[in-house]
């Protein structure tokens, strides 16, 4: 049976061979070295690799748009450390902290167009399938960034709204991963679609596993502080959540949130999350997001060993710690 973990490890190889310049231009491209190096789960361009081997065994032709669709997806990390003005990223400083915000803003750019360039390298005969599914993505990540910043100043954010912003900016990246795997390995369009609903729906179960981790995981193994979120006053799932509820206990969560940042706040606010019993909460809305993305599974012409494959990385990435 296929498994995640082996196109992570060919992943994880081919995004460290990625040649970049030095000499008068290493201060462009270090930060990206850096960044690419960092490490995560190459969650994404895996997804891609393991769909184009189960539609066509076709991940020799998909090197290229895996790597394309990790850098991208770091691209994104670089600018958005910027915006929430975060120091750390995957337990070590972030490219904004080590060198500064134009480095961050000039190498993502720089990123960007590199990702564009990778994926262009795909079979003349695919390109404009997966191009518009990769230029599509880019946008609804754009629009789903844009929405997380608007939530920080605003009260009136629903659960529908939340959704709505992590289905653009989380979920749209993996459901193209999928999708663009899909293509290269030879899918039909409508294969491909319920690859695209799949990685869709993972992304969003994904999010909101973020979102608990946050709050009851621990920073050892999540990799960056425990009780960010509630620090920063991100409409989280559970925040959300736990305002929508009503009663004192969700006056009393967005007195709490109005505390000034640091341990106390996340304490506090923590225990009026364990009353309101929203970890457990948060977790039934995982299963159910999960659900949906096995439904989309099943109605693929997939084998049922590779279905069974793709249902693995769903088990494994809403049980994870990190």
């Not at 990123?111 to 564009?116: R, S, Y």
């Not at 954010?157 to 979920?171: H, N, P, S």
Request: include cysteine; hydrophobic fraction near 40%.
């Amino acid at each position: 049976m296929r498994r995640i973990s082996d196109y992570s490890a060919q992943m994880e190889k081919a995004v460290r061979d990625i040649t970049l310049p030095g000499g008068v231009l290493s201060t462009l491209y270090e930060p990206i070295s850096y960044a690419l190096a960092s490490g995560g789960k190459r969650l994404r361009p895996s997804l891609l690799l393991m769909a184009a081997d189960s539609f066509g065994d076709s991940a020799s032709k998909a090197f290229s748009a895996a790597a394309g669709i990790e850098v991208f997806h770091n691209f994104t990390l670089l600018h958005d450390d910027v915006m929430d003005n975060s120091s750390t990223r995957r337990g070590r400083q972030s490219v904004f902290a080590k060198w500064g915000v134009n480095s961050a803003i000039l190498s993502g750019d720089t990123m960007l167009t590199l990702a564009t360039q990778l994926i262009c390298e795909v079979e003349d005969s695919l390109l404009r399938g997966v191009l518009d599914t990769f230029n599509s993505m880019a946008i609804r990540v754009y629009e789903g960034q844009r929405l997380d910043m608007d939530f920080e100043t605003s009260e009136d954010v629903t659960l529908d709204d939340y959704i709505r912003m992590i289905m653009d900016k989380t979920g749209s990246l993996i459901g193209a991963a999928c999708k663009i795997g899909a293509l290269i390995g030879g899918a039909s369009e409508k294969d491909a679609e319920k690859m695209y609903e799949y990685g869709m729906m993972l992304g969003v179960a994904f999010q909101i596993q973020d979102d608990w981790l946050d709050v009851f995981g621990d920073s050892t193994t999540f990799g960056k502080p425990i009780g960010g979120d509630i620090n920063n006053n991100k409409k989280s799932y559970l925040v959300l959540k736990g305002k929508e509820v009503g009663g004192p206990d969700s006056v009393a969560l967005a007195e709490a949130m109005k505390l000034p940042s640091g341990e106390t706040k996340v304490k506090v606010v923590t225990r009026i999350y364990e009353k309101m019993n929203l970890s457990a909460i948060c977790r039934q809305e995982i299963a159910s997001y999960s659900a949906k993305a096995i439904s989309a599974l099943k109605s693929t012409s997939l084998s049922d060993e590779d279905k069974e494959a793709f249902r693995n990385v769903v088990e494994k990435l809403t049980g994870r710690k990190k």
